[in-house]
């Protein structure tokens, strides 16, 4: 038997499905395998389920003694994951299990994501099933798919058997965090045709890496640099000096994930790879005088071919003016809540093939501002004659003015731990807006234990936060 990597930490049931969970692939559109072995387990423990067309899977159970005729609480998460890895990592993480491990403080994947958004959920709602001596009210227990691209999980499945209607969403990073509202969003993509023949010259690659990334909603806000939007920077300071054909451009893997890289081919003629790297050395410095990237790399290197299939200088300077038009980052804070961001766009994927294709995460807080934003989208993709699609449009969850559950959470958590919790509203996006929307009424708070660099290979989950998050949701359902 396979030696157990988690084994020792408490919850030890909690961490022992943590475990199983990071050893079956589940990258969002990867969810079959996940998703079976949830119904695996609602079948070997005797659970009533549904597993939908989507691999949503739903899972109900009784209360415990003297809690039968309580309200419903639904506990919900969801079952993807974000696959990010370093360069170097030889995991396949389509058909591989993760590399996982810890150090006493913290759970982590050596070289890829770890997963704790949101396995950490499953694996709290996988303990609670199959320990018959915890005391609980009925539960339903909701697992979706896809939510890192879109919510698409929530959005399809069928919530109309439920009867509950407080929920309790295990999808936050901070513990002692009490979500209670969060940004509507959706995802928009440009994408430009472009024509390509043989070029000749000598072929530089251009790269700027080392950057933070993270995740487009919790950190968007935090002074990084987009790889995407600094290449497009790169590339028009070199095209000042003198025309280039470009013939290949990758930057971003998620449109959710702010780019740590990007890279560039081209044929640049007569162009010397010390002028490229006299510029490279000079935005290098204004990326880390200018953001919070103090590893930031930009080079140039010369490239063993001399020429290929590449795009025309037009066309070259379409994509270059393109991706330097196009809006990034914070466009709106709230002027109710000091220090949230209302309303932002992430260029998470830019994709050079037969078309350029740039991919936006965009969310608001304000219905009508991330309409707008959408349409500033349209727009660009119109004046540069390229197409435009959406995707993934989720609402915003409103705040509730009079809640019992979040009532009641304060309350426990001031008494557990002496100190109050911090009730906010949140910029990323969370699938209790679409919830709400089907369980009229819903009455939902989001909490989780303490997660790092989530959506990156630094991800880590915080080995006594997750116990003391475990143990405080045993006392919600006590008092629920």
């Known amino acids: 038997m396979k030696a157990m990597k988690l084994a020792g930490l408490e919850p030890a049931s909690v961490f022992g499905y943590f ?56 506990i919900q998460g969801h079952m993807d994951m974000v696959c990010e890895k370093d360069e170097d990592c ?18 982590f994947a050596r070289g890829t994501t770890l997963g704790g958004d949101d396995g950490i959920a499953v694996a709290y709602a996988l303990a609670l099933l199959a320990d018959k001596s915890i005391p609980h009210p009925p539960l339903e227990v909701i697992i979706t ?32 965090i009490f979500t209670v509202s969060c940004a509507g969003g959706a995802r928009g993509t440009i994408t430009m045709p472009v024509s390509r023949h043989p070029v000749y010259g000598p072929c530089v690659k251009l790269t700027v890496e080392g950057l933070q990334g993270g995740h487009s909603g919790v950190e968007i806000h935090k002074n990084r640099a987009n790889a995407n939007k600094a290449m497009g920077e790169f590339l028009g300071r070199v095209q000042k ?10 930057g971003g893997s998620k449109d959710n994930a702010i780019p740590r890289s990007c890279t560039v081919t081209l044929v640049a003629m007569g162009m010397y790879i010390e002028r490229i790297n006299d510029i490279a050395a000079q935005l290098q410095q204004e990326l880390r005088e200018q953001y919070d990237e103090p590893e930031a790399i930009v080079r140039g290197d010369d490239v063993d071919a001399l020429g290929g299939n590449a795009l025309s200088t037009q066309d070259s300077a379409k994509v270059i003016a393109l991706l330097n038009a196009a809006p990034n980052g914070v466009q709106a804070w709230s002027q109710d809540i000091p220090g949230l961001v209302q309303t932002s766009l992430n260029l998470g994927i830019v994709d050079l093939s037969d078309s350029l294709k740039m991919t936006f995460a965009v969310r608001s807080s304000v219905n009508q501002e991330k309409h707008d934003l959408l349409q500033r989208l349209r727009d660009l993709a119109a004046f540069n004659d390229a197409a435009y699609s959406q995707m993934g449009d989720y609402p915003a969850w409103e705040y509730k ?67 003391r998050t475990w143990n405080f949701l045993l006392e919600i359902l006590k008092e629920l």
Do not use: W
């Open 19 to 74: 475990e199983k969970i990071c050893s079956i692939p589940h990258g969002s559109r990867n969810t079959k395998l996940i998703s079976d072995y949830l119904v695996s387990f609602a079948q070997e423990h005797g659970i009533r389920y549904f597993q939908d067309e989507l691999n949503n899977v739903v899972m109900f159970q009784e209360g415990t003694c003297g809690y039968e005729d309580h309200e419903p609480v639904i």
């Open 90 to 107: 030889p995991i396949n993480m389509d058909t591989d299990g993760l590399d996982v491990t810890h150090d006493g403080q913290y759970v």
């Open 145 to 176: 798919v896809d939510e890192e691209i879109g919510m698409e999980g929530a959005a399809g499945v069928d919530l109309s058997g439920l009867k509950g209607r407080t929920l309790i969403n295990i999808d936050s990073e901070e513990e002692g």
């Open 241 to 250: 000096l003198m025309p280039v054909c470009i013939t290949k451009l990758q």
């Open 401 to 467: 003015k009079d809640s019992r559950l979040r009532d009641t959470m304060v309350r426990v958590y001031r008494e557990m731990f002496g100190k109050e919790p911090e009730v906010v509203a949140i910029h990323a996006g969370l699938e209790c807006g679409l919830l709400s929307e089907k369980l009229p009424g819903l009455d939902c708070v989001s909490i989780g234990p303490e997660m790092h660099d989530i959506h990156t290979s630094r991800e880590r989950l915080g080995i006594a936060s997750t116990e």
